[in-house]
Each structure stands twice: as structure tokens, then as C-alpha cells.
């Protein structure tokens, strides 16, 4: 069926590293691909997006991977910050009017 | 802009009653969502609305109802609430519809029905 997980449920970094988040997705006919991320007590907030056409998309410190052959998505980090540490969200649109989100993982930066 | 606002932040409810989470958005936005967050999990789609006029259920719509008479308002109706329906609710708008495009979220509603 159509699915978006994640393989790590807690990710912890030491400020300054980089990092990087995984996301699975089962669904081939996917085009779109967003990443958000969601600090306690607040509403997701959009990070990154890349479209089906695309392997790999640039922002400011952040990069998303996409690699349509094992169907995996990532999102890079660049010299994370305490400012990071959040919940990221990755979210497929699978062709119906919607986003499928994955169930998160937990970015922490250790000082 | 104030962007995405929803009202109220929290809310106690008991089962049975019922209740209309306001979501409002002044970005002139088509496309507006409910969504519900459940701790440890990521958002499931309640309902979604393309446009005034126009509305359609998403992943998980049972027990609650929406409606979009204008281009601003989408508010959510928990027609008899359960505690399955405890969750953080989150409404979020977008330009385009489709799920394109950067989606603005609420800072959403913590509901716990007792």
C-alpha cells in the first residue's frame, strides 16, 4: 500500500556535525516529495521540497536526496545547530489531492 | 499576513459533546486541510477543500464534518465527540491544491474528549 517511514525514530548530533535523516516511501507512482520540520508545540514548517525529476535539491545548509530506485529520501544537514533540533517530517504526494506523511524523527543536537 | 490561525489552542470535551475548531487563513490560499497529529505519529488527513464551495475526506474523516463557504474560513465539526478523537488537530493552506507546493500550518488545537 501507499506508505512514507523512516528508519531512525531519534537522531542525536553533535553540534557542528552534519546530518542526515532517512525516509522510505513504497509508493513508485510519487511525484513529489516534501520534508518539514516541527518544534515542540508548534505546526510543521516547510523545509525543502524535490520533485520526482529530480535526485538532488539545494538550501540554505540543507539537502534532499532522492533516489527513486530503492525509493529512499534523505535530508541533509549541513553544521547543525541547537536550532535544529526538531521532529522532520517527510510527506509524499502519491497522486491524490493530499500528503502522505511518514511518523517522524526526532533530531537532537548535543552542545 | 497572519498567516494560518486557529482558534481555540486547547479545548476539554466530554463524549457526546460537540464542537467547530475554527481555521482561518488570509493568504488567499484555494486549497485549505485538517489534519490530526497523535503523539508519536505523523499527520493523517481529516479533510481537504480545493476551493469555496468544495470539499473531500481525507485518510481518517469518520465523526467529523467540514464545509468551506468562503475562501478564508475552513472549520472542523466534531459531531459527537470520543476520546479516540484526543489529538492535536493542525489546519494548514496552500496556493496550489494537489498537496504542491509549501503547505502553511496552524499552530493547532490540543483536543482531549474525557
Known amino acids: 500500500g501507499e506508505s512514507v517511514g523512516l528508519h531512525l525514530p531519534t537522531l542525536s548530533v553533535q553540534e557542528g556535525d552534519n546530518s542526515i535523516i532517512n525516509c522510505a516511501y513504497s509508493?513508485?507512482?510519487?511525484?513529489?516529495f516534501i520534508w518539514y520540520k516541527q518544534e515542540s508545540g508548534k505546526g510543521p514548517q516547510f523545509i525543502i521540497d524535490?520533485?520526482?525529476?529530480?535526485d538532488k535539491r539545494q538550501g540554505q545548509r540543507v539537502t534532499v536526496l532522492l533516489n527513486k530506485t530503492v525509493k529512499h529520501l534523505s535530508l541533509q544537514i549541513a553544521a547543525t545547530q541547537p536550532g535544529d533540533s526538531a521532529v522532520y517530517f517527510c510527506?509524499?504526494?502519491?497522486?491524490?489531492?493530499?500528503?502522505?506523511f511518514g511518523s517522524g524523527t526526532r533530531l537532537q543536537v548535543q552542545p | 499576513n497572519a498567516g494560518v490561525t486557529q482558534t481555540p489552542k486547547f479545548q476539554v470535551l466530554k463524549t457526546g459533546q460537540s464542537m467547530t475548531l475554527q481555521c482561518a487563513q488570509d493568504m488567499n490560499h484555494e486549497y485549505m486541510s485538517w489534519y490530526r497529529q497523535d503523539p508519536g505519529m505523523g499527520l493523517r488527513l481529516i479533510h481537504y477543500?480545493?476551493?469555496?464551495?468544495?470539499?473531500d475526506q481525507g485518510e481518517v474523516p469518520n465523526g467529523y464534518n467540514v464545509s468551506r463557504s468562503t475562501t478564508e474560513d475552513f472549520p472542523l465539526r466534531l459531531l459527537s465527540a470520543a476520546p479516540s478523537q484526543t489529538s492535536v488537530y493542525f489546519c494548514a493552506s496552500s496556493r496550489t491544491s494537489g498537496g504542491w507546493g509549501e503547505q502553511y500550518f496552524g499552530p493547532g488545537t490540543r483536543l482531549t474528549v474525557t
Open positions: 477543500s480545493v476551493g469555496a464551495g468544495i470539499t
Open positions: 524535490i520533485r520526482s525529476n529530480m
Open positions: 510527506a509524499e504526494n502519491t497522486g491524490r489531492r493530499a500528503l502522505t
Open positions: 509508493n513508485s507512482a510519487s511525484d513529489y
